[in-house]
């Protein structure tokens, strides 16, 4: 039994230590971090050459199964997967995380791209805590607000032009992310809806703060594909080791 998890976050870590060593387990991380956290098991790094290259790496490799462990923004590598283990026929599960729920007490406007996260920072303050990652920062590029940005490596560029890099990995503690928001002076917080307690703070932090948060929400996992929430759910997908047509 050889399981492929396709990796790059805290859940496919968990995952990968669950499923090792009762079966053959291949994480696989795009190479974005320059010193990832490294799961249990083989690990393989880098693209597969899009979904053709990676239906050809499940036959060479005889895999029996794929685990979609990606962040939820991950679009691109979710959609080859799926193509890819059509192609293969090999059973394909997504594991995704609960996305963020707005309680009593929160100003939350919920877009769909960077872009429009960056329309809607009209009217909302000159001080932006943006929280996105370090790809796709273009589209604040032309804003005139003044941006904290973290970012886990630093971020590419195009850049907001006025802007402090704050380089940080999660997980972050309310009182951290209190005292961000207190010495920083921030008026709006930006974020994905990542999900997940690691980087959950913040939002409690905004909501005690007062502050609006600009929300940008997921895009669908690819139609078909069954989502397991947590990493237990997904061990016990994979040692049932469902059949192609079944998955
Ligand atoms: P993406 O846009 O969906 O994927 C772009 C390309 O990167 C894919 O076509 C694939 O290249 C390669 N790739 C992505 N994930 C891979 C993986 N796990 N193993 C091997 N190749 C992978 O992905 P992204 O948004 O750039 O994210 C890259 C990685 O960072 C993901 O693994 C994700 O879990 C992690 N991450 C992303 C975010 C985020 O906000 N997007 C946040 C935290 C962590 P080929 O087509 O050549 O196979």
């Known amino acids: 039994m050889h399981v492929l998890i396709l990796g790059g976050t805290t859940e496919a870590r968990v995952l990968a230590g669950l499923l090792d060593p009762s079966v053959r387990v291949t994480s696989s991380l795009a190479g974005r971090v320059a010193a990832p956290r490294l799961p249990a098991g083989e690990v393989r790094i880098g693209g597969f050459g899009g979904p053709a290259g990676l ?21 691109r590598i979710s959609f080859n997967a799926a193509e890819a283990a059509a192609t293969a026929h090999v059973p394909l599960l997504a594991l995704r995380r609960p996305g963020w729920v707005p309680v009593d007490g929160d100003d939350w406007r919920s877009v769909t791209s960077l872009a429009e996260a960056a329309r809607a920072l ?38 907001p032009a006025r802007a402090e890099v704050l380089l940080d990995r999660g997980p ?14 921030v008026d709006v917080l930006v974020t994905k809806d990542s999900g997940g307690a690691a980087t959950a703070p913040k939002l409690r932090a905004a909501r005690e ?9 997921r895009p669908p996992v690819p139609e078909g594909v069954p989502v397991a929430t947590t990493p237990e759910e997904a061990a016990a997908w994979a040692l049932r080791a469902p059949a192609p047509d079944t998955a």
Do not use: C
């Open 209 to 217: 703060a007062g502050l609006p948060v600009v929300v940008v929400r």
């Open 55 to 75: 239906a050809a790496w499940l036959r060479e490799h005889a895999v029996d199964a794929v685990i979609d462990a990606t962040h939820p923004f991950a679009e």
């Open 172 to 185: 972050f503690t309310l009182d951290g992310e209190r005292a961000l928001i207190r010495k920083h002076r």
């Open 122 to 159: 009209d009217g909302l303050g000159e001080r932006v805590f943006l929280t996105t990652g370090r790809m796709g920062l273009a589209a604040f590029a032309d804003r005139p607000e003044w941006f904290l940005v973290r970012s886990v490596d630093a971020p590419d560029a195009p850049m």
